[in-house]
């Protein structure tokens, strides 16, 4: 299983949430912890663009990381 980081600032939100039980901080760690999702979703996503086996994965890859980043298709190459 892989490490994953996260920031200070999220790490003390999350420990006062449940250590403290500050209720407050719910929407705060919610919004840092989808950041952290996508941002792990889009590297696996150039990850397997990169070291696709076969040219059909790695365009699936490519064009799935390009939809996600939000790039127009009249913007790609």
């Not at 490490?3 to 420990?15: C, K, R, T």
Request: aromatic fraction near 10%.
């Amino acid at each position: 299983m892989k490490n994953v980081q996260i920031s200070e600032e999220l790490f003390v939100a999350i420990m006062r949430y449940f250590m403290l039980e500050q209720e407050e901080l719910l929407p705060q760690i919610k919004q840092g912890l989808e950041k952290k999702l996508d941002a792990m979703v889009m590297r696996e996503l150039y990850t397997k663009y990169k070291t696709a086996p076969t040219e059909e994965e790695k365009e699936k890859a490519r064009k799935e990381y390009l939809d996600r980043q939000g790039v127009p298709e009249s913007f790609r190459w």
